[in-house]
């Protein structure tokens, strides 16, 4: 059996500002605190839904590092998850990296833009990187697609903060992230990032 017979396409998703709506302080998005203060956007279940039934996986890849900075508890993202698997019961996988960061003195292989998530997810899911997507929000999210091999599509929330690589597309929101996946890869084939319009 061939390689492309036995791996699968996967939409990888950041969570905050992609799925959920952050909590804006200057300019630079924050990760809800507890799950009382966690929202979905409107857009996102029925766009879940549209890229499941086209046949993709859908992988959350989010970097928590308030837990390892200690301003966060890992049971208070357990529950924010908990919550996002009820709302989006579609989801495949959720990988979390709690780690503080390089700058906080703990780096890792798993924190974006490092691609370790996404590699993990491959290797569970037996995905092809190379036929697969990440919609993030963040300059992180660019760069971890670009290492790992994907397509990479941003949502332009107007942060205050600049991107380092160039996405394959630049949305508004998620459902034009949706769409723009949907008109290129209408069949099992290669994401086609030269047919897909910047905005």
Known sequence: MGKHQVEQRAVFLD??????RPVVHDGRPYP???VADFQLYDE????CARLKAAGFLLVVVTNQPDVGRGTQTRAQVDEIHTKLLSVLPMLDRIEV????GREEGEPCACRKPAPGMLLAAAAALRIDLHRSYLIGDRWRDIDCARAAGCAAIFIDHGYCEPLRETPDAVVAEFADAV????????????????NVPSR
Do not use: Y
């Open 179 to 194: 769409e723009l996946i949907l008109q290129a890869s209408p069949c099992q084939q290669s994401p086609s990032p030269v």
């Open 15 to 20: 969570r905050d500002g992609v799925l959920n």
């Open 32 to 34: 809800p605190s507890s």
């Open 97 to 100: 990296c709690f780690h503080a």
């Open 44 to 47: 996102v279940a029925e766009g």
